[in-house]
Structures are given as C-alpha cells and as structure tokens.
C-alpha cells in the first residue's frame, strides 16, 4: 500500500550529550543538534527550508525567531505545541508539507535546559487547570499524577513494583551503550526498590531527570535524497490524537488505543512486523499503557510482557534503545524526539554498540499534561528505504 | 505560601463556595445530559450544551486512586509533606482533586474508600476543599 507520506525520506539523525546542567540556551542547543542531523545526512544549514521546533523554554521566542536566530529562510515552520507527543507530530507535518511540494529540507528538533525546580515551576503554570485545580491542591507534579496512574494499574492488572523495576533496569541497560546518555552505572533491583520515595508507589527510578539536551532529525524529499546516495527511511504512517478518551481520566491515562488500528492499517503492517519500539517514557506505566494501546501485548499484561520478554537491544524485541527519557535524561520537551531520533539512528544502522538488527520500527509520544493526564498521544511506523 | 488558584469570572463561584463552605459543582441543564462537570468549563464537554449551572455537591465521595507526596512540587507544601493525595470521585459524579488528611501514609490501598469533603485554611481568603475518610 502507497504510504500517505509518500515522496518523503528520513535521511539523518543528530543528539547532543544529555548534561545535568550547562549554560547553553536552548537556541544553541537546537543548532547544535541540528547541525549533528544535517552532517548525519550529508547536508548543511544552507539547504535547509523548513523547521520544525519543540521546547518549552522558547518563549517569548518562537520558531520564527528560530529561523531568523539561525538565519534561515524557510518556507514550513511548525512549533510544537503538545508536549512530548510533538516530535512524531513536528515529523509528521514537516513531511506532509515536503509531499505537497512546499519545501524541500525539513530539521526536527526539540531542546530544553532544565532542571527539577524549572521543571516543577513551568509545570506549574502549564494550563488553567494544572494551575488552578492541581497544583494548589498539593498533586506533587508529574511525579503526583503519574504515581495515582501506577497505583491504579497495579491495583487493576496485578502489577508489582518488581515489574517496573524489570524495565527500568533494561532501559538502564540499553543507556549504558549509548555514550549521550546521563546515566552511566548499571541499575540493580535492590537500587531500583530502595531508592528515594518521591511519590507512593513511585521512588527515584520511575522518575525521569530533568537535564538538559536536544534532538533533531532530518527530512527531505525523495529528490534530494536519491542525490545524497546514502541510506534513508520512509514513513509508513503516523497517527496523533488528542483527549482521549473524553472526559475520563481513568479509562486510560494514554491515547494510544484511539490511534492504534488506524496506525496500523495505513502502514499496511502489523505488530509482529516491528522490530523495535521507542516509546515515551516519562514513567514506565506510560510505557506499559503504550505497549498495551499499541497491540505489542494485550490490555492489562504489560506487566508480564516484561517478564517474559528481554527488550534489551539484545533481546527479542528492543524496547528504548538508547535508554530512553528514564536512563538517558528528560530535557523537557526534547523527551518527545529523543525516541523519533533513536528510530531513526536505529533504521539508518548508526547506532554504534548499542545497534539492533531492525528494518522497521515503531515510535511513540506523550505529552501536553492537564487535568490528571497528558492529553496529546502520538505514534509513528519508519522503515528503511532497501 | 502554597501556591494560589488564579480567580477567574469562570471560577469565582468555586472559590466563593469553598470559603463558604460549600462544595460548589457545574451541571449540564439540558435533561438528556445533566451531567456534573469538573473543573468548570463555558460549556458542557460531554454535549457541548451552552448552559452550565453551578449547584451545591453533597460533598461525598470515594478515592480513585491516591499517593503520597513525598518529594512536593512547590515549596509551600515542604512542611505539610509527607502527605495523601487523592483523586475523589463525588457522588454526583466528578473527579477533584484533593488532599486526604489524616489518611495512614502508607500500608494500605485507600482505593474505593468513602470520604466527605472538608474546607481548610490555604491562604489569605482563601479556603481549599480537601476531604476525610469516613470509614
């Protein structure tokens, strides 16, 4: 079937070190990782005609300002606007637009610089509700709301702490073969159980650390690609929804199952056709929604999934191969490209040690956090252009 | 200080009712809808109907889930934690969320417990709904 994104190529991959800290503005930042994607790909800044950018420290700058910082003229932009399910979408418009002829050469990227008190304070003010009826209420920010997430599901489905620890501590794994990640010592389950409690059941290493970095990937049309002669992918499908379900918290705390049939049917594959999964994982119990919304296991046995299942990049199905948001560093909004930039080093056969055998993947984004739950799922299929 | 709720036109009658003592709640006025909307909205989210109004919630409830903050967001809440906090499913039929005083901290799943809502002190003029298990 004739992909909806069809004329369009992914042709590099680019990530600065993820730092606790650094004096870095989020603009250099991006340019950083931007220049990292273009020279992946063989390009330079000066082919470039259309951005797509994601960071919550931007403001009062914008994209815009972005292009005119960097002093390119573009003909797309596009400003991410939902958290960590941006960098699939910010994808996902930077390629509609090259197939609809608009521009040629698209960078996707995502950068912040934060830390637990920034984090804590943007958060904070995120949106009216958070605002007005979280936070002054005492929820204990993302760690609070995602903590009633990860009770419920372990109350519903028989989940233990154990079983968060089993993917964490592969995801620590997988880190430890990616030199921009900020963890750099193995993750044991005695760590893992007795680490600092933050926010019943959750304790230190359900948590992601703010730090600060960036990603970016970059797309272009067919053209252009074929003129670059190097490897390249294409994307099967690539899917967003928002608010769901309506009105109900609790059903689920994701959207992925809204997204997920129509994901698969435009990408004319299926689950057992992937050979890997970079999913958002700001807590595991997202990672555990996701893999059940997605189909990788059924409802209410993510939990066994990872018991049974190695999703080391040595296992049978790699899970966050570069050790995702939970073992190499949040930078804020860049949590949501840090797993489209993975995909991507994966199905372009750059990643180093930490490589898996792969032709076809699957990456996923979360973000936009409301009243009691992100609002914004995205999900992506890319497969390597033979 | 905590951290302060921003009083708008929208809000107003929640923040008045609180420091009342009231427990104060949207309902959908059309009758094939009627439902009870949280956090207040310009219109119903669940039939898009323009006509909200607010009326006075019994003030019980039972706990979806809940927590305990240990490591708090906001430096207003570093002396009060550790402590339990709840989403509340009122009997009407609407999430809020809230603190549990008093709750055990730990041991033990408060999921489905009963509670009734309780108004405290939170700021200057400013009382914050929190609720108490009954049982």
Known sequence: MASVFEGVRIVGAGQTAYAKRSPDTVQKLLYVAGTAALRDAGLDWSRVDG???????????????VAEHLGIEARFLFQGLYGGASGVIGMAHAARAIRDGSCDVVVVAAADAFDVSSHNETLDRFNGSVRDFMSPQGFGGANGMFALHTRLYMERHGATREDFGRFCIALRTNALLNPNALFKVPLTMADYLNAKPIADPLRLYDCVLPCVGADAIVLVSERIARDLGGPSLRILASEEIHNHPANDV?????????????????????VRDL????LYDDYPVMCFVQMEGLGICPPGTAHRFVRDTDITTRGTFPINTGGGQLSAGQAGAAGGTIGVYEAVTQLLGRAGARQVKCERGLVAGYGMIAYGRGLSSSAAILERVQ | MKPQPRVTELTRPYWEGANDGRLMIQRCEDPACAKAVFYPRVCCPYCQGSKLTWF???GNGSIITHTTVRRPHHDGFAAS??????????????CIYAEIPDAPLEGESLIGRRVMVDFVHHGPQRRMPVFRLQD
């Open chain 1, 275 to 278: 050979h890997f999964a970079q």
């Open chain 2, 81 to 94: 934690a550790p402590y339990v906090f709840a989403a509340v499913e009122i009997e009407e039929g609407a």
């Open chain 2, 56 to 58: 006075r919630a019994a």
């Open chain 1, 51 to 65: 951005l797509a950018v994601t960071s919550f420290m931007l403001p009062p700058d914008n994209v815009a300002t």
């Open chain 1, 250 to 270: 609790y059903a689920t705390p994701g959207g992925w199952a809204g997204l997920a049939d129509r994901l698969y049917a435009r990408a004319g594959c299926g």
